[in-house]
């Protein structure tokens, strides 16, 4: 009989999830055992953690389990993100940043359904750093947030105002190297044009 190393998968599992975590029935989906279980799973792994020199945890935020940094490492972590060359954006802040430029005031709703995937994260990211901020509430049922740049967006990307901003590329047909990143903006590019 295999045995199967749960709390290696369990780990690699959070690690790819990032910043999003996974719920408990998300786990157990994949993992496809009961919650119950999936929940021993997590405890288990969680105690590996905290009983040894490791540098991360699990933690259990808003519904979700992240892999996170322990706190006693958090002064080392603040000079990393301090150091010069440290500021990049990922991929998905950018995808976000460049829908909010585009599209503002634009509400987090509305950046989903253009990216297709969640972006609570990236929009924290964003609003973190100064690029965005809420501009407004829309109207209609639950009044989400708007989002718009700032001027920090302004000054990151050397732009007098936002009308400086670039014209979107045109779709070059028949690229194949161009096919995975043309998902994203074709689909953006609709958005703009509606």
Known sequence: MEIINWKGILESLLFAAGDEGLSLKQISGVLEVDELRANEFISDLQEEFESSNRGVTIVHLAGVYQLVTKKEFAPYLKKLVESPGAAHLSQAALETLAIV??????????????????????????????????????????RAYLYGTTKEFLDYFGLKNIKELPPLPEKVEDDPTEEDADLFFEKFQESVDL
């Open 101 to 142: 430029a585009y599209k503002q005031p634009i509400t987090r709703t509305e950046i989903e359904e253009i990216r297709g995937v969640k972006t609570e994260r990236p929009i924290h990211t964003l609003v973190s750093r100064a690029l965005i901020k809420e501009v407004g509430r829309a109207e209609g049922t639950g």
